[in-house]
Structures are given as C-alpha cells and as structure tokens.
T-cell receptor, first 116, second 113 residues
C-alpha cells in the first residue's frame, strides 16, 4: 500500500496562475480531506468529501475548488493563485465509519506551494 | 475563532525527562481527540487518540489525560528520547459530522541528549 500520495512535492506559481494539486489514496477510504499548514501554525481544513460525488467546505475554502469523481482521487484546484495561498497543502483520508479504530486520518507527504 | 488552543508553543526537555503539552477546546460536541506527531518535511501521523468517555489512555511512553468538565486534555511523553523531537498537534473532531479535524497550533519539542 502506498497510502496517500500527493503530487507535485513543490511548486512555484505566479500570481493569477492556476494549478491542480493531486491526491490519491489506495486504502479504499470513504472520507478525504484537504488541509493547509502555514508556517508555525496548525492545519486548517479547506474542503472534505465523504464519498465519490459528495464534497463540502471546510474552514478556509475561499480560492479553492475540489471534485471527487472516484473513491481514490480528490484533486484540489487553485484558480487564481494569490500570495496568501503560499502554504503547505496536505491531503488526508479515513474510513469514516463509526466504530473504534476507523477515525484515524492518514496524511500524505504534502505539497509545498509558493505564490510570487 | 480558534476552537482548540495548545500550549506551550515550544519546549526543551532533557533525555529521560517528561514532556507535557496541554490543549483546551470550546466545542462540547467534539467527541474524538487525537494527537498527531509531525517531523520536518513530513505529513502528520497519528500518535494516540482518546474519546471523552475515558479519562486516560496510555500507549507505551505516551499518555493522554482528558478532563471533560474542564474541556482540557494533555499529552505526556515519558522518558523522552531524542527521536521524539518533533512538532506535536492536538486536534478534535465530531465523528458523525465528517470527522473534520480542528487542530491546535502545535508544540515544537526538542529532546536534548
């Protein structure tokens, strides 16, 4: 199992450019999440999905879009990059079932994005 | 609005010592309280987690203490080792509402040999 994989690892964007951060999990998890981590801060939820075709906003969704067409993939789209979106982006997944042991979120290695 | 407050921001402990990190939450609907460990350049990884019907949980050298009435929980790292040097995050979620994690601000722990 590769777990949660993210591409690219690093990216530099110019203001106004767009890009898609890719996230794939091979654990057949129902729930997937996107978080951003600013330097020296905790992670904040951008968007999440409880299954294919179902997405919802988190705490900081402005400037981002997501889609979930398959169980495995959960891409994050930045349409008009702004310097405020400079951050490290983490994708995570979990089973989403109610029982004990199913709540753990598994995180990918992150994508470090700089907007200049 | 910061719903989970974590302290201290950083701490230095000698090898073999005890590291203690504290968190306080506001939302009484939270029912899952994990601690994550993050090494530089890596994603967070689950260390230990607790539900509010339990006051303490221990896994090896790591213990969570939970005080529901005070809306506080803490992580104790016993016999701290240099390999424990990392950033630790507390978090909280409502399992039935998407299990979305609300993170504390993090504590950078340095264990000196």
């Amino acid at each position: 199992n590769a777990g949660v994989t993210q591409t690219p690892k690093f990216r530099i964007l110019k203001i106004g450019q767009s890009m898609t951060l890719q996230c794939t999990q091979d654990m057949n998890h129902n729930y997937m999440y996107w978080y951003r981590q600013d330097p020296g801060m905790g992670l904040k939820l951008i968007y999440y999905s409880v299954g294919a075709g179902i997405t919802d906003k988190g705490e900081v969704p402005n400037g981002y879009n997501v889609s979930r067409s398959t169980t495995e993939d959960f891409p994050l789209r930045l349409e008009l990059a702004a310097p405020s979106q400079t951050s490290v982006y983490f994708c995570a997944s979990s089973w989403g079932l109610a029982g004990a042991g199913y709540n753990e979120q598994f995180f990918g290695p992150g994508t470090r994005l700089t907007v200049l | 609005q910061q719903q989970v407050k974590q302290s201290p921001q950083s701490l230095i402990v000698q090898k073999g010592g005890i590291s203690i990190i504290n968190c306080a939450y506001e939302n009484t609907a939270f029912d899952y309280f994990p601690w994550y460990q993050q090494f530089p350049g890596k994603g967070p990884a689950l260390l230990i987690a607790i539900r509010p019907d339990v006051s303490e949980k221990k896994e090896g050298r790591f213990t969570i203490s939970f005080n529901k009435s005070a809306k506080q929980f803490s992580l104790h790292i016993m016999d701290s080792q240099p390999g424990d040097s990392a950033t630790y995050f507390c978090a909280a979620s409502i399992r039935a509402a998407g299990n979305k994690l609300t993170f504390g601000g993090g504590t950078r722990v340095l264990v000196k040999p």
